[in-house]
């Protein structure tokens, strides 16, 4: 009978990790509208190749040695051993350790879908990058700095945290983080700070008087459904942070999470479209959009423990941050097309510290030492190797090409193409 309860666990675990981590992957469809909603309409087709090429590279490196750095984990030549291929001592063991936790406790899963669930976060990491630097950049050195991030940087900042390993054998980290504000989200906005920093803004877009001129995307009910498929995404990304569902006390866990998850997307939505009324004097629907990016990064790095009430603070406080970093950026003249910046690495940082508001065992000093850490690594390695390409091959177009749109020059082809004047 307790085989049998252990085996139907299991099963619930695994199966409940795959779908979350399905979820997680339908958020690359999602990143992939919202950039192809908010970038000109000459620059559409080479996001959208970005977007997917970019989800293959980090599932391949991830693959090939991503996991064995982040986790000890490597299953490029070995493959995953499953429980249908453990001898009998291997299966009493693991037994014997859930019947000494209590099933309830103790939940396990297949070691692929472990691999499944975690290798849709890196990509996510990675399509942070591609929206901030869009419109200038080459298309290969992109794919190039894609390998390096996915393969290295990120595996590396992923297994002093979420793994537990010290830090170059120097010093641990004492750090919360539920399901990513700072190890995905900081992390892929630091690499792209780097990345623009480099890469430099837009022509046009910022005047030699200091003015900043307004380039609009060129369909924002694409840019909508990106943002609802985000949101939905993100139930699969905090949701599967709880690693099983097996017992009651998780699955209540589960749902509070669910719960808190959309809470703070409601109130930073809310909360950015109030301030930009007050700021513009109208409804900026991009605002919006972001406001709500912004509640749910806000709540990723501990969505399980507040109320909904308190959840709804965290992301009306994300929404509102979001509008003032976005204007902020733009006086820096950082050249950040659809915002990914302030949404995943200002608000990313908000979140690292609201996770003192309901968290008992967090400090400041371990979210603020966990926060630079993650930050400096990426920020510093990321720009080590945008620097390098820029010197190898070049990371920007030419003022001619990004003049006439990186879809020619880069890919050959027009996403609209009937509407080109003859």
């Known amino acids: 009978m307790q085989d049998q309860i252990f085996e139907l666990q299991y099963a619930m675990d695994t199966f409940y990790f795959l779908i979350c981590g399905a ?25 959208l190749t970005k977007n997917v ?3 293959a590279i980090a599932c391949t490196m991830y693959l090939v040695c991503g996991y064995q750095i982040m986790y000890d984990g490597g299953i490029f030549l070995s493959g995953i051993t499953t429980v249908a291929e453990m001898d009998d001592a291997a299966v009493a063991e693991i037994l014997a350790a859930s019947n000494e ?8 899963y297949s070691g692929a ?4 669930f975690q290798v849709v976060f890196v990509a996510t990491a990675m399509s942070i ?19 390096v991030m996915t393969g290295f940087i990120y595996p590396m900042e992923g297994s002093w945290t979420w793994n537990g390993d010290s830090v170059f054998g120097i010093y641990s980290l004492d750090y919360y983080d539920y399901a990513g504000s700072g190890i995905v989200h900081l992390a892929g906005a630091a690499a792209a700070l780097a990345g623009v ?16 001129k307004a380039i609009p995307g060129a369909n924002l009910p694409l840019a909508t459904l990106g943002t609802f498929i985000l949101w939905l995404g993100w139930f699969g990304f905090n ?15 589960v749902a509070n999470v669910f719960l808190n998850t959309n809470a703070a997307a409601a109130g930073g939505l809310i909360a950015a479209l109030i301030v930009a009324r007050i700021m513009f004097g109208k409804a900026d629907l991009t605002m919006a959009l972001n406001g709500a990016l912004a509640g749910l990064v806000a709540i990723t790095a501990e969505p399980a423990d507040p109320t909904p009430l308190l959840s709804t603070i965290i992301g009306a406080i994300g929404g509102t941050i979001v509008v003032f970093s976005i204007v902020f950026m733009d006086k820096m003249k950082i050249d950040d097309p659809v915002g990914a910046i ?9 979140g690292i510290f609201a996770v003192l508001l309901s968290d008992a065992d967090a400090s400041f000093g371990g979210q603020l030492i966990g926060m630079l850490t993650i930050f400096i690594w990426v920020f510093v390695t990321s720009l080590i190797v945008w620097i390098a390409l820029k010197a190898i091959m070049g990371i920007r177009v030419s003022e001619e090409e990004e003049a006439e749109g990186v879809d020619i020059s880069e890919c050959g082809m027009e996403a609209y193409p009937e509407f080109v004047t003859q």
Do not use: C, Q
């Open 23 to 47: 979820l997680v992957m339908w958020m690359a469809a999602g990143f992939a509208m919202l950039e192809a909603g908010l970038v000109r309409s000459k620059n559409t087709t080479e996001i």
């Open 239 to 253: 949701g599967g942070s709880t690693l099983k569902l097996g017992g009651i006390g998780v699955a209540n866990e």
């Open 101 to 108: 936790a209590g099933f309830g406790d103790m939940g396990e």
């Open 53 to 55: 090429a970019l989800f």
């Open 129 to 147: 990058v591609s929206g901030a630097v869009a419109e200038r950049m080459k298309l290969w050195a992109f794919l190039a700095f894609a390998v």
């Open 113 to 116: 879908s472990d691999f499944f």
């Open 197 to 212: 920093m480099i890469l430099g803004p837009r022509k046009g877009k910022y005047g030699a008087d200091g003015s900043v």
């Open 342 to 350: 302030s949404v995943h690495g200002v608000v990313g940082i908000w």
